[in-house]
């Protein structure tokens, strides 16, 4: 791939430009109806602006598309709806899960395509995997777009770096989220990081953000933000020939796209109707950008699209206070902080593992009491003494054990249990009308009774009723906790009997969801009839994602994304592909 | 409302009607895609024939919406896709749940609308109900949708008796699902069913089909079979003015609609694909009519509707080999019948409240382990004894223990548990690729510890663990058992300790799904900005159900399409309703 002839002339956003042969046609659109075809064209073939290659969204799914796409020798511009740049990306530890990658080439660690088909198959549909079945009882779709992220992440990432557009580490010591499955061949190496990420990593998206927009600038790729992406426009073909949107002076905008028009707008984790019509379970908000609000979900509901996976969502346990504020600064909790530390519900009971991978987490807050009719794990809260106060705070990944001088306001505080008990009821009533949850009667004698029951497994390091600590991931994000000899299990250590103790309520949220409109694997939208719309192509957590409910790794997410973004540039530059 | 004069001379199907004034207006549609806008005529402006109101569906929601219509005055027809009529109500019990009706009215049982409508708030959004919120803690569709099925339930159902369309009998004496919540001021007296419905009411919905379809077409409403509608025709300016159907000779038929295409085409049980993306767990078919296939959700795609309540479906345990053999004529478990007799998962342990309401039961077996990552309860393994297989066999309701004589495929019977747990694996490994689900290899010793300690709670008539028989529902659909002396909990006994023993496969189903299109609660299909496109209604499952997950009480599917039907009907007899 060779990139076009650097232009950063943008075109004035008010000049009118006649479609060329393959844009508008004139119809008698006046007549078409606004509520179901206005993505037709109903006014004069004109647009404020034209290039070859429109792309929605700044996050990692759209800088690389454009990028990749301008390497191609394409105009392109982005279009982001929020005032700066960078979506839920920006948020990200930025991990970005590479099967096969080069690192683990030059390191001798095998990660053949069918053993790594093997892994995401077993996750993603662990009811129908088969190893011997030819698509390994994943759906001829599904299997596909595994294929296509096998065979796609490592060039793709190895481009982005040799051009530094995204540079990276390896961090080969991370283990996958199942790396205890049989079927994982490959249990670490997978995962790569920006290379100029702070050690923790969790600045990683910030860092890839700037890396991948400084090389958009330099590469003549202007971003525009405060541009609101409301309807795709169409042809009479159908094709996708521009979009309309709604620029910061509150402007209509209609910006034409030659070639392609890309969606790599995010999920819809802060549309709550979506969330409640569609998810698995009642998730309050979460920690993806706040201006993921499901806006390609509705551009394309006039389009004869398919909606798929729309059940499932990146998943991570959140502070309820900072998801129900809509905190745009909140973290998923990727890493549940403490030993002498548990969780239990409004009755008092600890009904989980705590430190599971976080997308399990977040899932096992849905559980339904079928006589109760209620969701009694609804608001979880965890429960801290003054050791794990001390040994394992932090302001990383949306722990909720924070060291002083940061935002607490999410802790409670007090002497006693019984006292702590009465000021968690008092913050539960504040969010009773989104959660329905307050403390049981028996709240207080049965959360005794729990502590007393964890603190004989943390002496024994064996927790016998959910095996906490049991697995490499849980160990992977236990965080720092006080160093103690001879201990048998890092993430268990017996809760002190004398206060203070500190409390904090914790609900399902995701990172952002995983459903929309099913593209093909070269990121073509798809009709009902399983044929792409000509000329528009999604990428990234505004379409659906094959995943199925699997999280098969840290950067399970973004290496994927990057994938796609690659296989999508390449077929929007094939003579036969775009509009 | 009175009859327009009835009209037995169907149109010939072949016969060509110029559309009139309201029809179809030429316009360049031949330039139209037909990707995404082949619902706007791209031919000339013909039909075979033309009526009034043109119905899709013969089930319940689509004879009653006809006869409301017809009795309306219009010129009606009903599509029915299948051979025959009736659709998933063939199979119901066809109880129907009318609040405040007019047997409760003259037994002066109370049910205001304050308190109904508390009761359905906190059943489908126990998260935020809240009795002192406006709208208490539901959303204004939710709210405006659950008013009008208190609002017109009793009206309707009292005109179809009226009119000897559906005459009803009183069941007095059952309860609501969630009876004894302190929201339910009127805890019986809800249910009606058909008046000649057997004793045990197992037949009612073949009663009710009957009796309305007799109606229909004494009163010219013809009902046609084989007719797959496919397509939503509409006008240039966007109304629904007709359907494409393809009939069983496979020609392709163009139906017009003065007012009105109304669907009420059922749900998406048997669209294994729709299922996995949308549903909140992986669920094995269902007992809907094997033509409900979603065939609404792909009709609508191009419109811009907006889906609703996606995840959730009317659930019921259904027989795991049935479901799998696609078996026509089975039936959703809604009696779990015996009392010695218990459900166990693959590693032999009690999970659940076997004799929880079915809907409920049902959405147990989501229950994922995301240690394991697997579903441990995804397919339970009914047991019983000699005893209740003697004493609790029936035929109806799917109950699992069948008589002699009685299709018996789904039952292994083996002199000793030992035994049976081979036939069980034996079983389930024919069923592996669809389940993934294969014993454990202790799954014999837990099973005999899981019967232990239920026979414990049996003995003393209280189930510790989970419940069994405490409700006032589990007692209702206990079926029959052995009578025993002075029993303090009939739906438990203890498992002998000598064979022969039985077992049966158990797994998730659904009666149907209860997602689709948003409506208003005047039955029309609203587009993404909230308003209705003209001329087109849903009723039933095919549309968005504003339950949420909740199953308020028997008959609860049946009651509130009945009051949509009434509604919508009369929405389309209004001068500026339909098209």
């Not at 549309?271 to 390609?296: I, M, Q, T, W, Y």
């Not at 002083?404 to 002497?415: C, M, N, Q, S």
């Not at 890092?490 to 002190?496: A, C, D, G, R, Y």
């Not at 929309?516 to 939208?525: E, F, I, L, M, N």
Request: net charge positive; charged share 20%; with cysteine.
């Amino acid at each position: 791939m060779t990139p076009g002839k650097t232009s950063t002339a943008a075109a004035s956003r008010r000049r009118f430009i006649q479609a060329g042969a393959g844009g508008v046609a004139a119809i008698g659109a006046a007549a078409l109806p606004a509520t179901a075809s206005a993505q037709v064209q109903a006014q004069p073939p004109t647009f404020d602006e034209q290039h070859d290659v429109v792309v929605c969204g700044s996050g990692c799914a759209g800088l690389t598309t454009a990028l990749f796409s301008r390497w191609q020798g394409n105009r392109v511009v982005v279009l982001e709806k929020a005032g700066s740049i960078g979506g839920t990306t920006n948020k990200a530890a930025f991990w970005y899960w590479v099967p096969n990658n080069e690192a683990m080439r030059k390191a001798r660690i095998a990660d053949p395509k069918p053993d790594f088909l093997r892994y995401v198959a077993r996750l993603s549909s662990p009811q129908t995997y088969d190893p011997n079945h030819p698509r390994l009882g994943l759906g001829a779709w599904e299997y596909e777009m595994c294929e296509a992220i096998y065979d796609s992440a490592s060039p793709a990432v190895e481009l982005l770096a040799s051009r530094g557009a995204l540079t990276y580490r390896h961090v080969a010591g991370v283990p996958d989220y199942f790396a205890e499955l049989p079927e994982d061949k490959a249990p670490k190496g997978r995962v790569l990081v920006p290379a100029q990420a702070a050690p923790s990593m969790a600045d990683g998206g910030r860092v890839a953000i700037g890396q991948l927009s400084a090389k958009a600038r330099q590469d003549g790729v202007p971003i525009r933000t405060g541009m609101r992406v409301q309807r795709v426009l169409r042809s009479p073909e159908g094709h996708a020939i521009g979009v309309e949107a709604v620029d910061d002076t509150g402007a209509t905008v209609r910006i034409g796209a030659r070639k392609a028009v890309v969606f790599a707008t995010g999920g819809f984790t802060h549309d709550p109707e979506l969330r409640k019509h569609f998810l698995n379970g009642p998730v309050f908000g979460g920690c993806a950008a706040l201006s993921n609000e499901g806006d390609f979900i509705r551009a394309a509901a006039p389009l004869g699209v398919q909606l798929r996976n729309m059940n499932y969502a990146w998943m991570c346990p959140v502070s309820l206070d900072k998801a129900l504020a809509r905190d745009g600064s909140m973290s998923g909790m990727f890493s549940v902080a403490g030993d002498s530390m548990l969780f239990v519900n409004k009755y008092g009971r600890r009904t989980v593992n705590e430190k599971l991978q976080y997308n399990e987490l977040a899932q096992t807050f849905f559980h339904w009491d079928g006589a109760r009719a209620e969701y009694p794990d609804l608001v979880r809260i965890s429960i801290w003494d003054q050791r794990s106060q001390d040994h394992s705070a932090s302001a990383e990944y949306g722990r909720l054990i924070v060291p002083p001088g940061t935002d607490d306001r999410h802790v409670l505080k007090a002497a006693s249990l019984q006292e702590l008990a009465r000021a968690i009821d008092e913050r539960l009533a504040r969010h009773a009308g989104a959660t329905g949850v307050r403390l049981a009667p028996d709240f207080l004698p049965n959360l005794r009774a729990a502590i007393e029951r964890f603190n004989g497994f943390a002496r024994t390091g064996k927790d016998l009723d959910f095996g906490r600590g049991d697995r490499a991931v849980e160990q992977l994000f236990n965080g720092d906790v006080k160093q103690e000899p001879n201990r048998r299990n890092p993430t268990l250590w017996p809760i002190s009997a004398r206060g203070p103790y500190y409390a904090a309520l914790v609900a399902a949220g995701t990172l952002d969801t995983k459903g929309g409109p099913k593209t093909d694997s070269h990121g073509r939208v798809l009709d009902t009839a399983d044929k792409p719309i000509a000329g528009l192509y999604g990428v990234g957590n505004c379409v659906a994602s094959a995943s199925g409910r699997a999280y098969w790794a840290g950067g399970a997410t973004l290496g994927p994304m990057i994938a796609f973004a690659y296989r999508a540039a390449l077929d929007i530059g094939k003579p036969q592909g775009g509009a």
